[in-house]
């Protein structure tokens, strides 16, 4: 009866109210059951189990067999209902944004926002990736970096820069990352897991997981310019640090430090990452003329 009941709940996380779902388990125990019979076995009026399988039919999760007389009803795969579902979900996305598109909408006040979920941190971490106009930052242990991998490749792909901080040895297409040889003591000493990001010097996230991905423990989006400017500020100087000592671990000469930090200076600190995101009104109107000229100032520094 337990097990019975948490599938029902499952099913009803997914779409089925509870009546559909003590519909769809009975249709399951007893192929090519009537609808008087279902009603029989979920203990439920007949109306309520009639328009309950009219819904399962209608989603996809069961099919009418009207060639006997009765009507009688078997249960598909969960698989096929769930993909079903999908297929709908991702029909009615594209209408709504179309819809959407023509309708006014002021832009999101800045501000900073709680997120209260795993689910919302990661969602808005990929959105914020897969919008960004150029660069990204991402400081990422293990576990929330392996769900944002596939995101971090895509917009490495479209041209974005993406510096990522690891705590594992691994490699990502087309993103420099910072990797230890061996695994981070920090992911020992902390019982969680986190993930921070910054995109275009504008918008950032910082969050502190619970290790079992049950739950967050700290999480923050934050749509401020100025702070998240900061935030991008702090995490790529702490970037090219991290990179410095692993040099210096590996007893690298001179050159071979100004050479590794020339190139990520270049790539994500001269082109206007600081002011990318700043309204006109915060800027005097300067802008660096040449990124190639301020890394000459830089290397003769």
């Not at 209260?116 to 991402?138: F, G, K, N, P």
């Not at 692993?246 to 001179?254: I, M, P, Q, Y």
Request: net charge positive; with cysteine; charged share 25%.
């Amino acid at each position: 009866m337990k097990r019975t009941n948490r599938i029902a709940d499952m099913l009803t996380g997914v779409g089925l109210t509870g009546v559909e779902a003590a519909a769809y388990l009975a249709v399951l125990r007893e192929p090519g059951a009537t609808a008087y019979r279902v009603s029989q076995l979920i203990g439920k009026p007949a109306p309520n189990t009639y328009k309950a399988l009219d819904a399962l039919k209608a989603k996809g999760a069961v099919v009418a067999d009207d060639s006997r007389g009765s009507r009688t009803y078997i249960a598909l795969p969960v698989r096929e209902y769930i993909n079903h579902q999908r297929l709908e979900l991702d029909a009615r996305e594209k209408e709504i944004e179309q819809a959407l598109e023509d309708m006014p909408a002021e832009t999101a006040e800045q501000g900073i926002y709680r997120l209260s979920t795993v689910e919302q941190v990661y969602e808005r971490c990929r959105s914020m990736i897969s919008a960004a106009r150029s660069v990204a930052l991402l400081d990422a242990f293990p576990a929330p970096l392996a769900e944002l991998e596939k995101t971090a490749r895509a917009a490495s792909r479209r041209g974005i820069k993406v510096f990522i901080k690891a705590y594992i040895p691994v490699k990502i297409a087309g993103c420099d990352v910072l990797a230890p040889t061996e695994p981070d003591m920090l992911l020992k000493i902390w019982n969680g897991d986190w993930l921070n990001l910054v995109v275009d010097s504008s918008e950032s996230v910082q969050s502190f997981l619970m290790k079992d991905g049950a739950g967050v423990h700290a999480a923050a989006w934050c749509r401020n310019r100025y702070l998240s400017m900061l935030d991008y500020n702090g995490m790529s100087s702490e970037f090219l640090l991290t990179k410095v000592i692993a040099l210096l671990r590996e007893d690298s000469d001179v050159d071979t430090i100004r050479r590794a930090l020339s190139g990520l200076i270049k790539r994500y600190l001269w082109e206007d990452t600081f002011t990318r995101g700043a309204p006109d009104t915060w800027m005097t109107g300067w802008r660096p003329k040449h990124r190639a000229s301020v890394s000459k100032k830089v290397r003769k520094n």
